[in-house]
């Protein structure tokens, strides 16, 4: 299974999307990594979305998700497109995450605690 994980390059954390500046995908058998630029960095608004939506391009719909991972609608989208999570503490490490899957001491959830999702902000036109 491969799993999108949103990190800080120079801490190796976990992180919300609009915090980090790389998506790994993790290969749970092969423990393969592949790592590319976030593509929210580059986007004022809508930056949640738009990382599903990449990951969804890449065929993947498992993310790691710390808290205010998603907002209201990237969380509704997310849902509608079948993705699943594992629940990460914030200040997660990659290295620690692994590790967790390898003893299998985390599990693959369909649903998130509403507590955990970000309000979504609404963008009004400029007059």
Known sequence: MQVAVVLNSKTEKIVPIVEGDIIRLYNTETEKT?????????????????VVKWAESQGITVLAAPPSMLCELSYDSAKSKGF?????????GFAEFKQLLKDRNIQLVTDLPLTEIEPSAIVLPKK
């Not at 592949?34 to 930056?47: R, V």
Request: proline share 4%; hydrophobic share 25%.
């Open 34 to 50: 592949e790592d590319f630029t976030n593509p929210s960095i580059y986007l004022s608004q809508g930056k949640r979305g738009a």
């Open 84 to 92: 699943h999570y594992y629940r990460v503490s914030a200040n997660t």
